[in-house]
C-alpha cells in the first residue's frame, strides 16, 4: 500500500492508465498533452481536460477572476504546444458553499476573458458543491493528421528552441508565498507572470504551418521537466548552451542570493512551449513565430544521449529533471 | 450577496452563463444535455461534461469502482438521451490524500468498465489533488445537424413515454442512507439501481434513427424535473395518465408508508429516458427500442398548458417539478 504523496502525479496516472483499455489506432500516444480521436477523411478531433484545484494552484493574492482565467489559459496553452486551435470550451465547477453570487459572477467573467482572448468559446458545463474551489476545462479541436506537433518526434542534431525567457513564475510564486520584497518595477513583471499567464497560440499555431518542428511541449512542469518529457517520449537527449533567463529573475536572484539558473530550469506554471526543430527550417521557423508577434530563442541541440546536459563557461553537467508535481511536497 | 444554497446549482448556472460571450451559431442551445460545435458539412462535435463529486454523489455503501463508473455512466446518459454515440473519454481526477495505489487501481477499473460496457474508451486526462474526490468525465462524439434529440422539440398532441419504471433509486437511496430494513429479493433490486445504474444507450441510439422523437432528456434529476426542463424549452405542458412504478418499489412503499409516486415522480439519479414522440410514429419508435431489448412505455401527452397534470382515479392535479438539485438541502 502505497500513499499518494509516495507515488506522485505521475505514478497515479501510470496506475490508471495500466487498467484501461487502449482505443485501437490512437492517433495521439497516451501521455502527449492532448489526446486524439479519428474523424476520417484524415481529420482528427482534439481533446483535452485539466483541472484546477486552489488549494494547489492557486497561489495567494490570485483573485477569483485570475484563477478561473487561469484555468482556461492552462488548458488553451497544451493546445499552442499542439499547434491547435482550440474551438470550443466546456468548464465543470466544484464550488465551495461559502462562496456566494459575486464569486460566481467573477469565476463566470474570468472563464469568458481567457476564453474571448484566444478567440474561443465557452459552450456549456456542469456544477457542483465541493470542498475546494475545482475549475476543469476541457478543450474540443480538429487538426488534419499529422499536424499535429507530439513530444515524440526529436532527433538528434535538431535545435532545441523556446518562445520566451524563463525563471519568472518561479520567482513570482517565491514573492507570493514568501512574501519577499523586490523593487516595485520587477515586482509587477513576476507576479503578473503567475496571476495574469499566456499561452502562446499564434505561435503554436504559426509553427505547426511552418512544418520545421519534429517535437513540442509546452513549459507548464518546468523547463527541465519539458526537456525530459520530450527526450522520454522521442528517445534522445539534450545539450542545452544557452537558459534564457528573464532579465527581472536575475535581478531578482541577485537580491535574494538565489541561483538564476534554479529559477529558469526548475520553475513551473510557466506557458512558453518548448521545441525542437528541423535545423535546415529554422529561419522558416523564426520567421514564422516573427510574424505573429513572438521570438523564437534557440537553446541548444538534440543529442543521442538520454541526459539533459547543460554547458556554461565549457563545462557540461547534467541538469536533474525537476519540477512541480500534484502530491508531491512542494521545495521552495 | 447571496449564498450558494440560496440561489441552487440551476440560479448558479445561469450567472455563469450571463457572463459568457455566446458562440454564433451554437447548433444546440445552452442548458440541453449536450454542447456541440459545428464541424462542417453539416456535421457536428458533440461534448458533455459532468462532475461526480463524493460527497454529494456517493452514496453509503458506493464502492470506488462503483462511483468511477457512475461517473462514466452519468456522461454516456445524457448522450443516450441525445441519441449520440460517445467514441471517446476524457477524466479528470479529484484525488484526496488518504487514497492509496489500491484505490488509484480500483478507480481505474471502474472507469474502464463503465467506458467498456458503452463500447467506448478512456483516452486521457488528467489528476491533482483535491479534498474530495472528483471525477468530472468528458464526452466526445459526433452527429448529423438535426440528427441530436434536443429538449426543445416537444408539440401539443405528442407522446410522453418513458424507457423503465421508475422509482427505485429514490428507495435505493433511502435503503442506503437510512438504513431502512427491506426483504433481501427487493433490497437487491432497489440498492443495485443506485450503485450500478445503467444508462439506456441503445435505446436512445434506436430512438434517433427512427425520426419519430421531438424531445428528449434523461431522468437523472428526476421525472418530474425532467418534464418540466422539456416543458421550459419546448414550452409547453403536460398530462401524465400513467407513472410506471417498480413493482419493488410499490412493495417498499407499502412496507414503509411512503407514497410510490412520490418516490417515482421526484427521485433522482436514475437514468430513464424521458421523451416526447410524433404519435403517427410511436409504433415506429417502440418497435426501434424493442429491437434493441428496450421498452417504452407511454405515460401521457404534451399539452398547450405549462402545467404538468398527473390524472389518477379520474382527477387531475399538478405535479410540482422537485428534483434533486446541488447545493439546495436534500430533501430526504
Known amino acids: 500500500m502505497k500513499s499518494l504523496e509516495a507515488l506522485g502525479e505521475r505514478r497515479i496516472i501510470e496506475i490508471i492508465r495500466s487498467r484501461?483499455?487502449?482505443?485501437?489506432?490512437?492517433?495521439?500516444?497516451?501521455?502527449d498533452d492532448v489526446s486524439a480521436c479519428n474523424l476520417g477523411n484524415g481529420k482528427l478531433a482534439i481533446l483535452k481536460t485539466d483541472m484546477l484545484v486552489d488549494k494547489t494552484d492557486v497561489p495567494p493574492g490570485m483573485s477569483l477572476w485570475q484563477a478561473a482565467?487561469?484555468?482556461?489559459i492552462m488548458n488553451i496553452s497544451d493546445f499552442a504546444a499542439k499547434g491547435v486551435k482550440p474551438l470550443a470550451l466546456l468548464v465543470s465547477l466544484g464550488?465551495?458553499?461559502?462562496?456566494?453570487?459575486?464569486?460566481?459572477?467573477?469565476?463566470?467573467?474570468?472563464?469568458?476573458?481567457?476564453?474571448?482572448?484566444?478567440?474561443?468559446?465557452?459552450?456549456?458545463?456542469?456544477?457542483?458543491?465541493?470542498?475546494?474551489?475545482?475549475?476543469?476545462?476541457?478543450?474540443?479541436?480538429?487538426?488534419?493528421?499529422?499536424?499535429v506537433m507530439l513530444r515524440s518526434g526529436a532527433k538528434p542534431g535538431d535545435v532545441v528552441a523556446v518562445t520566451g525567457c524563463f525563471g519568472k513564475t518561479a520567482s513570482g510564486l517565491r514573492v507570493l508565498f514568501n512574501d519577499i520584497k523586490v523593487p516595485k518595477r520587477i515586482r509587477r513583471v513576476l507576479v503578473e507572470s503567475v496571476l495574469l499567464p499566456s499561452a502562446r497560440l499564434n505561435e503554436g499555431l504559426a509553427l505547426v504551418q511552418s512544418g520545421a518542428v519534429t517535437a513540442s511541449i509546452d513549459s507548464s512542469d518546468g523547463l527541465s521537466w519539458s526537456l525530459y518529457e520530450i527526450g522520454r517520449a522521442s528517445?534522445?537527449?539534450?545539450?542545452?548552451?544557452?537558459?534564457?533567463?528573464?532579465?527581472?529573475?536575475?535581478?531578482?536572484?541577485?537580491?535574494?542570493?538565489?541561483?538564476?539558473?534554479?529559477?529558469?530550469?526548475?520553475?513551473?506554471?510557466?506557458?512558453?512551449l518548448v521545441l525542437t526543430i528541423k535545423p535546415k527550417l529554422l529561419e522558416k521557423a523564426k520567421e514564422a513565430v516573427e510574424k505573429v508577434g513572438g521570438k523564437l530563442i534557440p537553446i541548444g541541440e538534440v543529442t543521442t544521449g538520454e541526459k539533459i546536459l547543460l554547458r556554461t563557461n565549457g563545462k557540461e553537467h547534467a541538469v536533474e529533471p525537476r519540477g512541480y508535481e500534484h502530491f508531491k511536497q512542494r521545495k521552495d
Chains 1, 2 share one sequence.
Open 20 to 31: 484501461l483499455s487502449l482505443m485501437p489506432k490512437m492517433p495521439v500516444p497516451f501521455g
Open 69 to 72: 482565467r487561469k484555468a482556461v
Open 95 to 147: 464550488l465551495p458553499k461559502n462562496l456566494d453570487d459575486k464569486d460566481i459572477g467573477e469565476i463566470g467573467d474570468g472563464l469568458n476573458a481567457g476564453a474571448q482572448e484566444y478567440d474561443t468559446y465557452i459552450i456549456g458545463g456542469d456544477t457542483g458543491e465541493a470542498s475546494d474551489l475545482i475549475i476543469s476545462i476541457s478543450v474540443f479541436g480538429t487538426a488534419r493528421k499529422g499536424k
Open 235 to 272: 528517445n534522445v537527449g539534450f545539450l542545452i548552451t544557452r537558459v534564457p533567463i528573464a532579465k527581472e529573475v536575475e535581478e531578482f536572484a541577485r537580491l535574494n542570493k538565489l541561483n538564476p539558473f534554479e529559477l529558469a530550469l526548475h520553475g513551473g506554471e510557466e506557458y512558453e
